[in-house]
């Protein structure tokens, strides 16, 4: 270091090789960097001491410092997990089940479909593909338009497409591969939930789930199955063939190489979707603000539906925000690493 | 499930029949779930709704009754009562506004020339680009009338605000960051998780953090009030401002994205290439222009596509954070068609989730086909 002869500006502002950074160049890096880490940490640490405060320390202008600003204070949590427990736990609980419900499906049958895709050639005839959406359309007119029972026309539809795959289907010989199947599934994701739910909203309605878990649980599904498959069709294209190739030779049967050797394989993977899709479904609004009401009401309705008539009570809402974000907190700050390379595959692969 | 599957393999002797046909439809069998829930869930929705958008809705006794009244939907939204809240309300145009409209025309139609001059092309490109040219040049008018000419933007540039500064704002701030994490700097895994939080965090929390944050009479910044001597100063009420808090609450939860991405895609960079380019003297703004950013476009074209395609679904910051308000100032296109539903008007509300998807298909089509494929040509 003390070899160092360069003038006194130059060593202030001139990197010494690409490892060392100049004195004022580290200084700016760190600045900037613990600059961000302050916007990030501040607003979690505001509601973080906010749910300790009494309503007139909130109110008689900004505290900072537990202990010194203000004296903690338990109140608020107490209010909301001892007088209002039932309505803190059933909540807090319908989000746990329908989360992890939605996850374990979204992921289980997104990985089969993913696992296909990338292992087995398909050939879908457009023709199939067109005489499903027409009779598909022919349906939805029917009953909204003329009123025939829907099952009635479902059995009518369904019997049509059996009677089309059987006979004329044959002639045709344009097709979808895989390639097709995947964009299509995953294509989904550009959909705004919006433009889906009306229908939704119906569709339970008619069948009266509504306000239930299934409702929710089997939306979620849907909606996180193209992140499943989309992350875990590059997970599997990454386990070598060879293996399989041996399984299969030495006469198992295709499922049976899915689940004692491609999964097992791709477990990390496995992992880092599980953790994506669990906390995009513990995070999810719209569609709860849809889809539910008293029974069903998720922690994200619950929270919003906060705004009172009074005006927001920030210390009892500091405290559901700080237990619906606590977990995601925790689980993101221990599995960093898997949750960003779920991302990452994602985006870079593209 | 996985018993299942074991006995299947199992038996495979003595029932040959039943394991074979497994055998042979496995593939069918592993899609089938999947395709039946996109169907479902996606495109039997997406014809109902094409339906409810051409209809009127109206309770009927023991029910709903749908009524077929063409286009009036759209029609309402597009030139009827509902302009203001959708395109908003706009303003004569003055000479600025006229040479603004000139130029961003001319510009497209310069591009349009070029693209027929040049050897690609063709048909299908020829009718693509005519559309994306349309789209842009409606927005400019758009924005024109509404923002520049002073008169007052509705849900659809609400929206278009929040896609465009958004990304723009994330994408350079998440680039910095993971450029100045890249450096040689200690703590970099520290930096690394922190940065990561606020993408995992419900945006519903997010917006009541930051309407406390944002509250100049009690919230953590009201001693800088004081200081600067801003006397009332309310941020609820001004539209801008209220735009502004929005996207603040945006940025901060989808900055990590980029960063996290970016920074991947940093480290990924031929390492040699820039040792050299150091050695023969090359100082950091070149290094980055003419090695790094080769080297990261496609990625960074990649993960500002993927985040195109969430941001046009932005509704829980604009909801909870300022309902909307002021008046409809921060309104977006899903909150607009979500206001719809509740007040029983599905027509319009599907009506809107049709225009948003048009939107915004035509603008991730666009940026994939001028951009993504663009960044990928060189690699």
């Known amino acids: 270091m003390s070899a160092d002869a360069r003038p006194l500006a130059r060593r202030l502002f001139e990197a010494k090789s690409l490892f060392v950074q100049s004195p004022a160049g580290k200084f700016v890096t760190y600045l900037v960097l613990f600059f961000w880490t302050a916007v990030v940490l501040l607003p979690l640490y505001w509601v973080?001491?906010?749910?300790?405060?009494?309503?007139?320390?909130?109110?008689?202008?900004?505290?900072?410092?537990?202990?010194?600003?203000?004296?903690?204070?338990?109140?608020?949590?107490?209010?909301?997990?001892?007088?209002?427990?039932?309505?803190?736990?059933?909540?807090?609980?319908?989000?746990?089940?329908?989360?992890?419900?939605?996850?374990?499906?979204?992921?289980?049958?997104g990985s089969l479909a993913a696992y296909a895709l990338v292992r087995i050639s398909f050939n879908v005839k457009i023709a199939v593909v067109i005489a499903f959406l027409i009779l598909l359309i022919g349906v939805i007119v029917a009953v909204a338009y003329f009123g025939v029972d829907w099952r009635i026309t479902a059995a009518v539809a369904v019997a049509l497409f059996m009677l089309f795959l059987s006979t004329l289907a044959r002639?045709?010989?344009?097709?979808?591969?895989?390639?097709?199947?995947?964009?299509?599934?995953?294509?989904?994701?550009?959909?705004?939930?919006?433009?889906?739910?009306?229908?939704?909203?119906?569709?339970?309605?008619?069948?009266?789930?509504?306000?239930?878990?299934i409702a929710l649980i089997a939306t979620y599904t849907a909606v996180n199955l193209p992140i499943v498959v989309w992350l875990m069709r590059?997970?599997?294209?990454?386990?070598?063939?060879d293996l399989e190739e041996s399984a299969q030779i030495d006469g198992a049967s295709k499922l049976g190489i899915f689940f004692t050797i491609a999964l097992p394989l791709a477990r990390s993977g496995l992992a880092a979707t599980f953790m994506l899709v669990l906390i995009l479904c513990w995070n999810e609004y719209l569609l709860a603000l849809f889809l539910s009401?008293?029974?069903?009401?998720?922690?994200?309705?619950?929270?919003?539906?906060?705004?009172?008539?009074?005006?927001?009570?920030?210390w009892y809402m500091s405290v559901l925000i700080v237990i619906m974000i606590a977990p995601v907190i925790a689980i993101t700050a221990a599995l960093q690493r898997h949750i960003a390379r779920g991302i990452l595959l994602g985006a870079v692969k593209g | 499930m996985a018993m299942a599957v074991g006995q299947s393999a199992e038996t495979v002797q003595p029932t040959a029949g039943r394991g074979e046909w497994l055998d042979r439809h496995s593939g069918r069998i592993m899609v089938l779930p999947a395709v039946l829930i996109v169907l479902a869930f996606a495109i039997?929705?997406?014809?109902?709704?094409?339906?409810?958008?051409?209809?009127?809705?109206?309770?009927a006794p023991g029910g709903f009754k749908l009524t077929f009244v063409g286009l009036y939907n759209f029609n309402k939204l597009?030139?009827?009562?509902?302009?203001?809240?959708?395109?908003?309300?706009?303003?004569?145009?003055?000479?600025?506004?006229?040479?603004?409209?000139?130029?961003?025309?001319?510009?497209?139609?310069?591009w349009l020339w070029r693209f027929i001059r040049s050897a690609e092309f063709?048909?299908?490109?020829?009718?693509?680009?005519?559309?994306?040219?349309?789209?842009?040049?409606?927005?400019?008018?758009?924005?024109?009338?509404?923002?520049?000419?002073?008169?007052?933007?509705?849900?659809?540039?609400?929206?278009?605000?929040?896609?465009?500064?958004?990304?723009?704002?994330?994408?350079?701030?998440?680039?910095?960051?993971?450029?100045?994490?890249?450096?040689?700097?200690?703590?970099?895994?520290?930096?690394?998780?922190?940065?990561?939080?606020p993408l995992m965090v419900t945006p519903v929390g997010i917006a009541y953090t930051f309407r406390m944050l944002a509250d100049m009479e009690k919230g953590p910044f009201a001693p800088l009030r004081f200081a600067l001597h801003l006397g009332e100063f309310a941020w609820a009420t001004d539209p801008w401002l209220a735009r502004l808090i929005v996207l603040v609450g945006d940025t901060w939860q989808w900055t990590p994205f980029m960063f996290i991405v970016l920074l991947a895609a940093i480290e990924n960079q031929p390492r040699d290439q820039v040792e050299a380019a150091h050695?023969?003297?090359?100082?950091?703004?070149?290094?980055?222009?003419?090695?790094?950013?080769?080297?990261?476009?496609?990625?960074?074209?990649?993960?500002?596509?993927?985040?195109?395609?969430e941001a046009f679904k932005i509704v829980d910051l604009p909801n909870v954070l300022t309902n909307g308000g002021p008046g409809l100032a921060t309104e977006s296109m899903t909150l607009h068609s979500f206001i719809a539903w509740r007040t029983q008007d599905l027509g319009g509300s599907a009506a809107i989730g049709y225009i948003l998807l048009f939107v915004s298909t035509v603008t991730c089509v666009s940026f994939f086909n001028y951009a993504v494929m663009r960044s990928r040509r060189y690699q």
């Open chain 1, 293 to 314: 009401n008293a029974n069903a009401q998720t922690m994200p309705v619950l929270v919003s539906a906060q705004n009172g008539t009074r005006g927001p009570q920030w």
């Open chain 2, 122 to 197: 063709g048909l299908y490109g020829l009718v693509g680009r005519l559309i994306s040219a349309g789209f842009a040049g409606a927005i400019v008018a758009l924005v024109n009338a509404t923002i520049i000419a002073g008169g007052f933007p509705g849900s659809l540039v609400t929206t278009l605000f929040y896609v465009v500064v958004g990304v723009a704002v994330q994408f350079a701030i998440g680039l910095g960051l993971a450029l100045l994490c890249t450096r040689p700097i200690r703590g970099r895994n520290f930096f690394r998780v922190v940065f990561f939080l």
């Open chain 1, 48 to 109: 973080l001491i906010t749910s300790f405060k009494l309503p007139v320390e909130v109110d008689s202008g900004p505290f900072y410092l537990p202990f010194i600003d203000f004296q903690p204070s338990l109140d608020a949590w107490h209010y909301i997990f001892v007088d209002l427990a039932r309505d803190t736990l059933r909540p807090y609980m319908n989000s746990v089940i329908v989360a992890l419900a939605a996850t374990v499906l979204a992921v289980s049958i």
């Open chain 2, 44 to 59: 039997f929705p997406l014809i109902v709704s094409a339906y409810l958008s051409v209809a009127r809705f109206a309770l």
């Open chain 2, 78 to 110: 597009l030139f009827g009562s509902q302009q203001y809240h959708f395109l908003g309300t706009f303003a004569a145009y003055g000479p600025v506004e006229w040479m603004l409209l000139a130029l961003a025309l001319a510009g497209l139609l310069v």
């Open chain 1, 234 to 241: 590059d997970f599997f294209a990454g386990i070598p063939i």
């Open chain 2, 279 to 309: 050695m023969d003297g090359a100082n950091a703004l070149e290094i980055f222009r003419d090695i790094t950013w080769p080297a990261i476009a496609p990625v960074a074209a990649t993960v500002v596509l993927i985040r195109l395609i």
């Open chain 1, 171 to 213: 002639r045709f010989s344009r097709g979808l591969g895989n390639n097709d199947i995947e964009f299509w599934i995953i294509s989904n994701r550009i959909m705004p939930p919006v433009v889906a739910v009306l229908p939704i909203y119906i569709m339970f309605q008619k069948l009266h789930l509504l306000d239930t878990h």
